[in-house]
């Protein structure tokens, strides 16, 4: 089992998605093939040395596409990252994206419940 994450991991993450977002969104859709890219949950490992970055995506068919963008890109970001948090964090954590379908399992359970 998970132990809880510090309330430096919490800190750091927080941090961490506000930067992501803002630099996600500074690409513009356009980037993402007309797609919304929001960052909706960054997890930290306890060393703060890795990301788990979770993104979701509308419409949710640009999914896949998205997801290849942010891949392709991960070391860019990551660069982006550095210049940021560089004042705060010794090292800039390994970047890896997750897709998060919380939104599409909301709505999912929105039309069953309507039928």
């Known amino acids: 089992m998970d132990k809880a994450p510090s309330t430096r991991q919490l800190r750091v993450a927080r941090e961490l998605q ?18 919304m890219v929001t960052v909706s949950e ?21 999914a896949p596409q998205v997801m290849q963008t942010l891949e392709e890109n991960n070391r860019a970001y990551r660069g982006e990252l ?13 970047l890896t994206f997750f897709l998060d379908t919380s939104l ?5 359970i929105d039309e069953l419940l309507k039928k």
């Open 104 to 108: 599409d399992y909301a709505e999912h």
């Open 42 to 62: 960054v997890r930290i490992s306890p060393d703060l040395s890795v990301a788990k970055v979770y993104v979701s995506v509308f419409p949710s068919e640009k």
């Open 82 to 94: 550095g210049r940021k948090v560089a004042s705060q964090l010794r090292i800039v954590p390994e």
């Open 18 to 35: 506000r930067d992501l977002s803002e630099i996600i969104r500074s690409k513009g859709m356009a980037a993402f093939g007309g797609a």
